[in-house]
């Protein structure tokens, strides 16, 4: 059975690749593995489950509004540390069938606990935007990338301002207070002096 979970952005365009040799190396087969394993962070896999009808935007929203954070099989969200999808790939009699699982949970998919391999492709290739890659890492060749004044952006430059403030307060302060000490007591400011 394979375990899948979205590769790392630094090596999507490697992972991928290696991606469709053991996928054709599987169905054929000649593949020496029998699991591989991806990571994701928990806005993946969340989006991966509506992507997939597992869960809704609505029944998560109806879920936080009603304080309701019990397990609900029919309404699984949030993921927490650790979740999984596991996505096991079978082969009897000639067919290849897929079964989806998340947190140990078998999930019906297309309404089947277990599904032919083309329709499970079939199903991935609707949630699945053709130019997601410009959409989500918002690449635009043309197009220099906006820096915008963010209101977490103008608070953080703003108390850092004034910690430099302070430290120069301060600092203008202690230089203050040596100057008057010399003043009122120079002997004891002389390097010579040993005392």
């Given at each position: 059975?394979?375990?899948?979970?979205?590769?790392?952005?630094?090596?999507?365009?490697?992972?991928?690749?290696?991606?469709?040799?053991?996928?054709r190396?599987?169905?054929?087969?000649?593949?020496?593995?029998?699991?591989v394993?991806y990571?994701?962070?928990?806005?993946?896999?969340n989006?991966?489950?509506?992507?997939l009808?597992?869960?809704?935007?609505e029944c998560?929203l109806?879920?936080?509004?009603?304080?309701?954070?019990?397990f609900?099989?029919?309404c699984?969200f949030?993921?927490?540390?650790?979740?999984?999808?596991?996505?096991?790939l079978?082969?009897?009699?000639?067919?290849?069938?897929?079964?989806?699982?998340?947190d140990?949970?078998?999930?019906?998919?297309?309404?089947?606990?277990?599904?032919e391999y083309?329709?499970?492709?079939?199903i991935?290739k609707g949630?699945?935007?053709?130019?997601?890659?410009p959409?989500?890492?918002?690449q635009q060749?043309?197009v220099?990338?906006?820096h915008?004044?963010t209101p977490?952006?103008?608070?953080l430059?703003?108390?850092?301002?004034?910690?430099l403030?302070?430290?120069l307060?301060?600092?203008?302060?202690?230089?203050?207070?040596?100057?008057r000490?010399?003043n009122?007591?120079?002997?004891?400011?002389?390097?010579?002096?040993?005392a």
């Amino acid at each position: 059975f394979l375990m899948i979970r979205r590769p790392p952005r630094s090596t999507q365009s490697r992972s991928s690749a290696a991606s469709d040799v053991y996928k054709r190396q599987a169905i054929s087969g000649v593949s020496p593995l029998k699991w591989v394993t991806y990571s994701a962070h928990d806005v993946n896999i969340n989006l991966f489950l509506v992507s997939l009808n597992i869960t809704s935007p609505e029944c998560v929203l109806e879920k936080y509004k009603n304080k309701n954070f019990d397990f609900d099989p029919k309404c699984p969200f949030n993921s927490h540390f650790a979740s999984n999808i596991i996505f096991e790939l079978h082969h009897d009699d000639g067919k290849w069938t897929v079964k989806f699982f998340y947190d140990d949970h078998q999930y019906p998919l297309a309404g089947d606990s277990e599904i032919e391999y083309s329709k499970f492709r079939q199903i991935l290739k609707g949630s699945l935007d053709p130019d997601f890659i410009p959409k989500c890492y918002n690449q635009q060749p043309d197009v220099e990338p906006r820096h915008e004044w963010t209101p977490w952006k103008i608070t953080l430059v703003v108390a850092l301002g004034w910690v430099l403030i302070g430290m120069l307060v301060l600092t203008v302060r202690a230089i203050a207070g040596l100057c008057r000490m010399r003043n009122e007591n120079p002997s004891s400011f002389h390097p010579l002096n040993s005392a």
